[in-house]
């Protein structure tokens, strides 16, 4: 069986190129422009999804199963097709001016990291043209598509989905298309995943037993993160004093996958394009509620303003949870579904510069998380928004400011060192070749694209048409 799981090296490739993580993602209209004030937003519902990779993981069904090849390039007419056959399907796809069918929806699916051919070459006889690189026109929202003219990219038959509710298009070209059966995980690795939880929900709280709920949480995550290496990587060698990278041998790679993989690496991407599914349906549900602004995700959480019932999805992922009997109880007899939305709480205030850029306030004080800004000092106390605090609180999140206490650590390479060697202790100290890692501060930003995107929304060009 597992000798049949692991792909092919075209089918592997295929699924590397459609590998993606977690959806983070700021709504592009609740972001100031680099030269205002921050845009605080009041009374912010934060909501998060309980274990999802482990709940898709118990209540979900993946491709395990030889890949089989559909020859030929295919239309709009083979989706209706593939959704009957209820198969895992994988292909490339080229689309031709596709955009958001709202241009108000908050949260752009498709990432520009994962799309190639946004650029392409003029044809022309001109010398002063001729090969010259000129840009395919496309509006992005801090990396994620708006509109191209052109694009092309590997999806999921679940990233598709979610594709389809949110974009509109002229042509579609599929080529590449491969599907494979659907079913559920190995039994005894579900049963793992769930006594791992089991252990993790009762044990979360008691002290006396907090190494075991330490351990049980970080073997709980480390059962995805074993379905999602890579079997083919990169070779790395130390020729003539220099590392020198080359690809890696990727049929040796693959045959090596066939004897000691214990899952195939398509399992990893189907992880995080089925929790990017249920996050999708959060984001779906707020949007459609009448009152309710989306503002900000990451992976498995949802903020938002107004009030959202969550119930029936709540009810429909509870569902699944009770029948693969994915749930525990707490130290107090409270049963905890695999995958249900748990109310957070609510912030005061709440402002973003994008995706891994966000402060709030609630009944404890200032919050702060930015990607490359140390959270916390060594005793769990929260450096990050004290800093942010002595600059002035919410009026310092903005542009410009700049953090050195939670500025973190920086590499400095000293390849040619100015001093070759050094005295200590009357003792010669030979100084080669070298690493230093020191303190470093951090300037919040944005990026120049993201800013004018944010300049056309003030002035009120945010349609494509309109470029």
């Known amino acids: 069986m597992r000798k049949e799981w692991i792909p092919d090296i075209e089918t592997y490739l295929q699924l590397e190129r459609a590998f993606r993580g977690g959806n983070t993602h700021a709504n592009r209209f609740f972001v100031a422009l680099e030269t205002d004030l921050p845009y605080i937003i009041y009374n912010v519902h934060s909501y998060d999804r309980a274990s999802s990779y482990p709940d898709v993981m118990c209540n979900m069904r993946f491709p395990l199963g030889k890949w089989k090849k559909e020859p030929g390039t295919f239309n709009q007419e083979i989706i209706t097709r593939m959704k009957k056959w209820d198969k895992a399907f994988i292909f490339d796809v080229k689309f031709t001016n596709i955009r958001l069918k709202t241009i108000s929806w908050g949260c752009p699916y498709l990432s520009k990291d994962k799309c190639w051919n946004l650029r392409k070459t003029k044809a022309s006889n001109s010398k002063q043209t001729k090969n010259h690189e000129t840009t395919v026109k496309h509006l992005t929202d801090n ?12 999806l999921t038959d679940i990233d598709f989905n979610i594709i389809e509710y949110e974009y509109e298009w002229d042509d579609i070209e599929i080529t590449n298309l491969k599907y494979c059966r659907y079913q559920k995980l190995p039994t005894p690795f579900i049963e793992l995943i769930q006594t791992y939880f089991r252990n993790k929900t009762e044990l979360k709280g008691v002290e006396e037993k907090k190494w075991l709920y330490n351990e049980s949480k970080s073997k709980i995550n480390s059962l995805y993160g074993m379905s999602a290496q890579k079997t083919v990587r990169p070779m790395l060698e130390f020729l003539n004093g220099e590392f020198i990278e080359s690809p890696g041998d990727a049929l040796k790679a693959i045959e090596f996958s066939k004897k000691r993989a214990f899952l195939p690496y398509s399992v990893g991407v189907y992880v995080t394009a089925w929790a990017r599914y249920w996050l999708e349906r959060a984001i779906i549900l707020i949007h459609e509620t009448e009152g309710a ?16 019932d969550f119930s029936a999805l709540n009810a429909e992922i509870e569902e699944n949870s009770k029948k693969s009997k994915s749930y525990a109880k707490d130290k107090k007899g409270k049963i905890h579904y695999m995958g249900v939305y748990e109310y ?14 966000y402060a709030y306030e609630d009944e404890k004080g200032l919050h702060l998380t930015i990607s490359g800004v140390v959270k916390y000092d060594e005793n769990g106390n929260e450096i990050s928004a004290k800093e942010l605090s002595e600059k002035g609180g919410f009026k310092a999140f903005r542009a410009g400011t700049v953090f050195s206490k939670a500025g973190g650590l920086e590499a400095v390479y000293n390849d040619e060192p100015s001093t070759r060697c050094i005295e200590i202790d009357g003792r010669s100290v030979q100084i080669t070749k070298n690493v230093c890692l020191r303190p470093s501060t951090y300037t919040l930003g944005l990026a120049g694209e993201y800013n004018r995107l944010l300049e056309m929304i003030k002035i009120g060009i945010d349609n494509p048409n309109l470029l």
């Open 143 to 154: 990396g994620r598509i708006i509109y191209a003219e052109t694009l092309e990219t590997t």
């Open 344 to 357: 957070e709480g609510t912030y005061n205030k709440f402002a973003t510069m994008g995706a891994k850029k």
């Open 293 to 308: 602004d989306f503002l900000y995700t990451d992976t498995d959480s949802v903020k938002f303003t107004g009030e959202v």
